[in-house]
């Protein structure tokens, strides 16, 4: 009887455990947005390049909305569907959207030179600017907007990365304003898209 007790509170005591690790997980890293709070001034100065190969910094996302997403061209399905529904938001919000700027932030700088970050954006629109650059400086720009973003090695010797899969929306004095989640619907979005755009 002592024994099942025993083995009993040994099994609740890893469960609190577990569970407060994934607490502590989620609010670090997976639900990093979470911890934004709006109306926040986002981001840092930085200096690095975009997908022509002309050198960008934050006064590219001064003075309009923007929606920014983190990702990589090798994503196999959070990246390109993302790109694809931004794509789709913009369009649908015809000229009310006009004066929103979009950017795809790598997080896999060490494959996504410029030009595969051209190709690959305009695979979607022409609305989108693509950035990417040093990797430490791509790193430190990451961190400025609390994204998370962690190599992920596989099976065949590549790699994949995990990372933050929400769009955030800044207004055009750089507050965070909210986030558009992945899988979100597409008319919950566009209607976030608006209010950022009329604010």
């Known amino acids: 009887m002592r024994t099942l007790r025993i083995v009993s509170w040994a099994i609740v005591g890893l ?32 200096e690095l390049i975009d997908h022509n190969g002309d050198p960008i910094t934050e006064k590219s996302l001064e003075g309009q909305p923007a929606a920014i997403f ?12 993302t790109l694809y529904e931004m794509a789709n938001w913009l369009d649908r919000l015809g000229e009310d959207g006009e004066s929103i700027r979009a950017f795809f932030v790598t997080v896999d700088p060490e494959r996504d030179t410029p030009e595969m970050m051209k190709s690959y954006v305009e695979n979607f629109t022409d609305r989108i600017t693509g950035i990417t650059g040093d990797p430490e400086k791509v790193a430190e720009l990451k961190k400025a ?22 769009v955030l929306l800044v207004d ?15 008319d919950t979005a566009v209607e976030k898209l608006r209010r950022l755009a009329n604010g």
């Open 15 to 46: 469960l609190i455990v577990a569970i407060a690790g994934a607490l502590v997980y989620q609010s670090v890293f997976g639900g990093s947005e979470r911890s934004m709070i709006a109306d926040t001034k986002m981001g840092a100065p930085f």
């Open 145 to 166: 907007w609390r994204i998370y973003a962690r190599k992920v090695p596989l099976e065949d010797g590549d790699y994949t990365m995990d990372h933050t899969a929400s």
């Open 172 to 186: 055009s004095q750089g507050r965070f304003k909210g986030t558009i989640a992945y899988g979100e619907s597409s």
């Open 70 to 81: 983190f990702g990589f061209t090798h994503c196999p399905e959070v990246c390109p569907t």
